[in-house]
């Protein structure tokens, strides 16, 4: 069965970091890209981050590059997100997501990150 279960998230206050992990099963993890996208209360999902494979590549969302950093560890089939000084408009629910194609195939459940001013 295909799963992606993520973790890490919680409340944090502004200028605090949080690492969120998201761990794969259930499928060739290492062959896919993987994402993280966020949603916010009222607003679009939108794409936070993206990897390649291989890991080689990687690209973010121009609201969190330079404080945001994906990763992943193919041989325990896990992606990360370290996420560094985290502002209020950060707050949403954070999901992972893989795929062979632009748009995943496979989605988490989300986590909750909350950030206080």
């Known amino acids: 069965q295909v799963q992606l279960v993520e973790s890490g998230g919680g409340l944090v206050q502004a200028g605090g970091s949080l690492r969120l992990s998201c761990a794969a099963s259930g499928f060739r993890f290492e062959s896919a890209r993987a994402s993280w996208y966020r949603q916010a209360p009222g607003k679009e999902r939108e794409s936070v981050a993206h990897?390649?494979?291989?890991?080689?590549?990687?690209n973010y969302a121009e609201s969190v590059k330079g404080r945001f950093t994906i990763s992943r560890n193919n041989a325990e089939n896990t992606l990360y997100l370290q996420m560094n000084r985290l502002i209020p408009e950060d707050t949403a629910v954070y999901y992972c997501?893989?795929?062979?194609?632009?748009?995943?195939?496979?989605w988490g459940q989300g986590t909750q990150v909350t950030v206080s001013s």
């Open positions: 997501a893989a795929g062979w194609n632009v748009s995943p195939r496979f």
């Open positions: 990897i390649s494979a291989d890991g080689g590549y990687r």
